[in-house]
């Protein structure tokens, strides 16, 4: 994959009022979810209230940037045309260390992707924004020494 | 005063506004199903039924999971009714007989509408619009394709595995033809061979776009005894509804099929193993392979041991989808579940003709809609 993914026609979110700081975040390279100060859990995608227990009191918290791969696939036919000039690229299921699953853009790494990697969040500009995508931890580099 | 056909238990309502600003109709449900579950006292878990309006443009199809699933309601019985301004009411009846008929025990009945100045650039505002799509996931294929390649890490399951299921497919449509592939059979190494759409999911393993039609008609069991036809009954049905999008999936090895063909056992008194017919709904051979593994035919993640012990055919020992499925016959859009339906009802007629099945009497049929997201099960008794 070798063009510039910000040149694609794709298309962009339908941000609300609601949904908009998590946008906003996006664009600043930044991660945030809603958590639920009543049942403490983490919810996204955004909503008025908790799918778990109904309460209203949501806030918005910084995310950790990191996840787990539940699964991918790389698209080679695109349901959107925008999507053409990148085929074949990577979409995932991004299981966040804070509990929720978001789908996003995988970017790649220099290992196979295997379901299980552990991922880290790489904002990158796709079609003219900046969106929260992903790419996988290089297990080497970890281990380097400081 | 005649008994009690169902109670209303609760109510909510939202302020009325002469216009709304940047607010979807999915953020008002959700803001007025809150007022009338609080003030029912009910535990939002506790609802297990679903009715809807439709959402014309911002939703366009699969409002009731859509809906489900921005709430995390899994409803065992859930509905669009469309009925206009006779909705409202039209929803409550129709509650009402969904609990008689043992589907659920308390629905939710809600319809709201946000009304905006000027309509929004994009009408199409539900979660996978702005979640999924700005990602590059458009479509049916891929979600698929995840819940493929999830089913292959966690198990080990091959390519080969899954091709099993539209070369057989492909197999049985040679005895239908009316089935879009009839005369144009297809084993496992040219699904195999077929270009790669997502991976692991290649073309021949997605239905093939059709138009067409189906339709049954029911009535009573006892009016049905006066009528021309053979009668087929329905012994149990099951239903289940988890999310919409798959990123939302509880489960992506495991679909809402399992909770709803376990309802349909337990209601007519069947078991998995007792079917004479498969009659599974078939739009990605994934969704045959786990809904083989819901249904308890084997362990999870076993499904392709079973189809290698089994034979598939009218023939054999475990006929399914003998009109060639969806994957054989075609897909014309919604009406591509009711021909699991039709061809249920013409083998327990015994007049499915050279594909007739021997024993012909129970056929279990599957329905699923979204990404395996919504889910009907029905066991399905010969005269």
């Keep these: ?146 | 005063m005649s008994r009690s056909r169902g109670s209303i238990v609760g109510i909510g309502e939202l302020k009325p506004q002469r216009l709304t600003q940047d607010v979807t109709t999915l953020e008002m449900i959700a803001e007025v199903s809150r007022l009338a579950v609080l003030d029912a006292g009910l535990e939002p878990a506790a609802i297990d039924g679903l009715l809807v309006g439709p959402q014309v443009g911002e939703t366009p199809q699969h409002v009731p999971a859509t809906i489900a699933e921005y709430l995390g309601l899994s409803p065992t019985m859930a509905n669009v009714v469309d009925l206009g301004g006779a909705s409202g009411a039209g929803m409550v009846w129709r509650a009402a007989a969904a609990i008689e008929a043992g589907m659920c025990e308390a629905v939710l009945c809600v319809l709201a509408n946000n009304r905006e100045e000027t309509a929004p650039r994009s009408p199409n505002r539900n979660p996978i619009r702005e979640f999924d799509v700005p990602f590059g996931a458009s479509g049916a294929n891929i979600s698929y394709a995840l819940l493929m390649q999830a089913h292959m890490a966690e198990y080990g399951s091959t390519a080969r595995d899954f091709a099993i299921i539209a070369a057989a497919a492909r197999a049985n449509a040679q005895l239908n033809p009316d089935a879009i592939f009839f005369g144009k059979p297809a084993d496992v190494e040219a699904v195999l061979a077929s270009p790669m759409i997502a991976s692991p999911l290649h073309l021949l393993e997605i239905v093939m776009p059709v138009a067409g039609g189906e339709a049954v008609v029911v009535t009573s069991a006892e009016r049905a005894r006066s009528l021309r036809r053979p009668p087929v009954h329905l012994l149990g049905a099951g239903e289940k509804v988890t999310h919409r999008a798959v990123s939302q999936a509880p489960s992506l090895t495991s679909g809402p099929l399992k909770s709803a063909m376990a309802r349909a056992f337990q209601r007519s008194g069947t078991q998995a193993d007792e079917m004479d017919l498969l009659s599974l709904y078939d739009c990605y051979t994934i969704m045959v392979a786990t809904t083989i593994e819901d249904a308890g035919l084997c362990a999870p993640g076993q499904f392709g041991a079973w189809l290698g012990d089994h034979d598939l055919s009218h023939q054999g020992d475990k006929p399914l989808n003998t009109h060639g499925g969806q994957l054989g016959f075609g897909q014309p859009d919604l009406a591509g579940g009711m021909t699991h339906v039709v061809e249920a009802v013409r083998q327990l007629r015994g007049e499915a003709g050279e594909r007739q099945i021997g024993k012909a009497g129970l056929a279990l049929v599957t329905g699923n809609g979204a990404t395996m997201s919504e889910a009907t099960a029905l066991v399905l008794g010969a005269a």
């Design chain 1, 1 to 146: 994959m070798s063009i510039d993914l910000n040149t694609l026609k794709t298309a962009g979110p339908t941000i609300t009022a609601l949904t908009k700081p998590f946008w906003d975040a996006a664009a600043e390279g930044r991660l945030i979810i809603q958590r639920c100060e009543d049942c403490g859990k983490a919810v996204f995608y955004p909503r008025p209230i908790c799918p778990h227990c109904w309460s209203k009191r949501l806030v918005w918290k910084g995310a950790s940037g990191s996840g787990r791969l539940k699964s991918f696939s790389a698209v080679h036919k695109p349901g959107h045309p925008g999507w053409l000039p990148a085929a074949p690229y990577v979409v995932g299921l991004v299981e966040l260390a804070e509990g929720p699953t978001m789908l996003s853009f995988i970017l790649p790494g220099t290992q196979q992707l295997q379901v299980g990697a552990m991922l880290r969040l790489a904002p990158t500009a796709i079609g003219g924004r900046v969106l929260p995508a992903f790419k996988p931890v290089e297990p080497r580099a970890e281990e380097k020494p400081q």
